[in-house]
C-alpha cells in the first residue's frame, strides 16, 4: 500500500503527519507506526499524527509515539496539527478540534499557532523537582550549565527509576533571564532527548510560577529547537487560559509504501 505523508516540525519536534478522514490508515498496527517513525528505515519522526473528522469540531487529533503506541497529548504536534487543517483548508485563522485529553482551541498567524491547552490544578513538589500533568506527566528539575548535562543518561534514569514502566517525560531547567529558562527534555516513547516538548514547556513555564522563579504570567522558554511562549492565569490554586505559543512549518510531502 502507498500513502502521502506530510512532514511537519514545530521547534524542532518532528512529525509525520497523515490525511486519514477516510479511514484508510491502520492505525491500530503498532509495527507500521514505528516503522514510519523510525530515522533508518522508514520516515523519520519523533511521533506520527493522523487527522480525522470529528462530528462536534473541526477535527480530530491522534497521536503516537516513535514507538508505535498511541501517546498522551503533544502540545508541539498539537500546533502542527493546526498548521496542517489550515494546509487542507479544513478550518480558517480559528479552530476547535478532540485530541486524547479533551477539547483544544488554537489560532493561526502565518506559521504561529497558539494553542490553547487543558487547565491544571494539581501540581506535586518531589525531592528537588515538582511533578504535574499538562496533557502529559512531567518532571520538572532545576540543574546548572544544562549545556553540558547528560539529558539521556539523567533522564532515562529518572523516568524509569521513579515513574516506572509507565514513565514520565523529564525536564531539565536552567534558568537565564527572569522570565527565560532553558529546556532539555527526555521524552518517554521516544526514549531520548527532544529537540522541544509542547507539553514540557508548559509544565516548565507553570513549575516555575508555581516554585516562585518567575512573577509574571508570560514565560519564555528557550528549547534545542527554538523559543516557545507559555502564557497563563491563576486563579484559586487552577492554573487556566494557557497558551502555548510558537511555529509550526510543513517540512516536505511524500509518498511511502509498506
Known amino acids: ?17 497523515i490525511d486519514n478522514r477516510t479511514l484508510f490508515f491502520p492505525k491500530e498496527d503498532e509495527r507500521l507506526v514505528a516503522h514510519l517513525c523510525h530515522r533508518r528505515f522508514g520516515i523519520g519522526a519523533d511521533g506520527l499524527i493522523i487527522l480525522e473528522d ?7 487529533m491522534v497521536y503516537f509515539n516513535a514507538d508505535g503506541k498511541e501517546g498522551s497529548m503533544c502540545g508541539n504536534g498539537g500546533r502542527c496539527i493546526v498548521a496542517f487543517a489550515k494546509f487542507l483548508g479544513v478550518i480558517g485563522e480559528v479552530t476547535r478540534f478532540m485530541a486524547v485529553d479533551g477539547l483544544h482551541e488554537a489560532s493561526v498567524n502565518e506559521d504561529i499557532i497558539s494553542l490553547k491547552m487543558q487547565d491544571v490544578s494539581e501540581i506535586h513538589e518531589k525531592p528537588n523537582a515538582i511533578f504535574l500533568n499538562t496533557g502529559s506527566p512531567h518532571h520538572v528539575q532545576l540543574v546548572s550549565d544544562i549545556e553540558n548535562f547528560n539529558v539521556v543518561k539523567e533522564g532515562a534514569k529518572l523516568r524509569y527509576g521513579i515513574y516506572g514502566e509507565t514513565g514520565s517525560n523529564i525536564n531539565f531547567v536552567e534558568q537565564g533571564a527572569s522570565d527565560t529558562f532553558k529546556v532539555r527534555t527526555y521524552e518517554r516513547g521516544v526514549e531520548n532527548e527532544t529537540l522541544s516538548c509542547g507539553t514540557g514547556v508548559t509544565a516548565v513555564a507553570l513549575a516555575m510560577h508555581h ?20 502564557d497563563f492565569k491563576l486563579d484559586q490554586g487552577t492554573y487556566h487560559q494557557i497558551y502555548l505559543t510558537g511555529e509550526a512549518k510543513q517540512v516536505f ?3 511511502i509504501s509498506w
Not at 502521502?4 to 512529525?15: L, M, P, R, S, V
Not at 518567575?214 to 523559543?227: H, K, T
Open 253 to 255: 510531502k511524500g509518498t
Open 54 to 60: 470529528d462530528t462536534d469540531t473541526d477535527f480530530k
Open 211 to 230: 516554585s516562585g522563579k518567575v512573577d509574571g504570567e508570560s514565560v519564555n522558554i528557550d528549547a534545542v529547537g527554538g523559543r516557545l511562549k507559555v
Open 1 to 17: 500500500m502507498e500513502t502521502t505523508f506530510y512532514k511537519y516540525q514545530g521547534t524542532g519536534n518532528d512529525f509525520v503527519v
